[in-house]
């Protein structure tokens, strides 16, 4: 059973940083591309940002220069770095990851987390 979980959220003021970590576990035979949204009350859900197996990177406008994601692929984590944070990055945080899990017969998915709650206020 392939799970993801995510860490490291919490209350925050503005222009503080907050890292997010997500780790995937679980039979898995490999992990393409893993990624972050955010879905903020009465909002859709949007992407943040993703990293692909090969480590390229893209961010949605609102989050350029201050979030930068990373992974590790040893340990199947992807992780957020978030800094100057704003009260408009508030949201709960969901990380996702385009996968195939190991066995036969196994049909690639993507598979989310539960979310992480980020709180900016002073």
């Known amino acids: 059973q392939v799970r993801l979980v995510e860490s490291g959220g919490g209350l925050v003021q503005p222009g503080g940083s907050l890292r997010l970590s997500c780790a995937a576990s679980?039979?898995?035979?490999?992990?393409?591309?893993m990624g972050w949204y955010r879905q903020a009350p009465g909002k859709q859900r949007e992407l943040v940002a993703y990293i692909t197996s090969g480590g390229t990177t893209n961010y949605t406008d609102a989050v350029k220069g201050r979030f930068t994601i990373s992974r590790d692929n040893a340990k199947n984590t992807v992780y957020l770095q978030m800094n100057s944070l704003k009260p408009e990055d508030t949201a709960v945080y969901y990380c996702?990851?385009?996968?195939?899990?190991?066995?036969?017969?196994?049909?690639?998915?993507?598979?989310w987390g539960q979310g992480t709650q980020v709180a900016v206020s002073s």
């Open positions: 996702n990851a385009d996968l195939v899990p190991a066995g036969w017969r196994s049909v690639r998915s993507v598979y």
């Open positions: 679980g039979s898995i035979f490999s992990i393409y591309t």
